[in-house]
T-cell receptor, first 109, second 113 residues
Framework: DAKTTQPPSMDCAEGRAANLPCNHS???????VYWYRQIHSQGPQYIIH???NNETNEMASLIITEDRKSSTLILPHATLRDTAVYYC??????????FGTGTRLKVLA | DAGVIQSPRHEVTEMGQEVTLRCKPI?????LFWYRQTMMRGLELLIY????????DSGMPEDRFSAKMPNASFSTLKIQPSEPRDSAVYFC???????????FGSGTRLTVV
């Protein structure tokens, strides 16, 4: 599975959009982009995934560039409860996720 | 649905003792995963079951670790004998299939003293 690169930390003001980038320049054609988050001391929580089209659900939007080498997770109106570590994972759909170190998002009041 | 249920939430045991962690996956999910999380190594996949059959146990650290899934609604992870370096948070997760998002339990925090 392709390697991902994420910034180690980000801050976002409460009520503003949080845009979390992920670089996956070695992604191959059959690999999906998954996003999970882990709120302190809880298990990781699935957020969204996509292949090449942009995706939206009740939690977030996922924007994948046309060349698929990077993506952005967007939390449209961040709240304090969105403070967490966010993991970007690229996988061909097999079970072997590599979680990496993620981005620690801090939402500020 | 109550989600993935793990027990106990916390376990403190002495080195050399046997430890058993338990997991009840979401009903209808046919994939089950055991993960371990430490500060040093992050989240690591230990073992993956599909339809109650172990598919990949290459992440199990050593023979002291074993996992079973006797039926679709229950799995155990056993460490015998336990060592201080086994101290970690152990998560169980289940999924409809490999390509669906995983639902994780709340984890078991294991401390071996």
């Amino acid at each position: 599975d392709a390697k991902t690169t994420q910034p180690p930390s980000m801050d976002c003001a409460e009520g503003r959009a949080a845009n979390l980038p992920c670089n996956h320049s070695t992604i191959s054609g059959n690999e999906y982009v998954y996003w999970y988050r882990q709120i302190h001391s809880q298990g990781p929580q699935y957020i969204i995934h996509g292949l090449k089209n942009n995706e939206t659900n009740e939690m977030a939007s996922l924007i994948i560039t046309e060349d698929r080498k990077s993506s952005t997770l967007i939390l449209p109106h961040a709240t304090l409860r969105d403070t967490a570590v966010y993991y970007c994972i690229v996988t061909s759909g097999t079970y072997k996720y590599i979680f990496g170190t993620g981005t620690r998002l801090k939402v500020l009041a | 649905d109550a989600g993935v249920i793990q027990s106990p939430r916390h376990e403190v045991t002495e080195m050399g003792q046997e430890v058993t962690l338990r997991c009840k996956p979401i009903s209808g999910h046919n994939s089950l995963f055991w993960y371990r999380q430490t500060m040093m190594r992050g989240l690591e996949l230990l073992i993956y079951f599909n339809n109650n059959v172990p598919i990949d146990d290459s992440g199990m650290p050593e023979d002291r670790f074993s996992a079973k899934m006797p039926n679709a609604s229950f799995s155990t992870l056993k460490i015998q004998p336990s060592e201080p370096r086994d101290s970690a948070v152990y998560f169980c997760a289940s999924s409809l299939s490999e390509s669906y998002g995983y639902t994780f339990g709340s984890g078991t925090r294991l401390t071996v003293v």
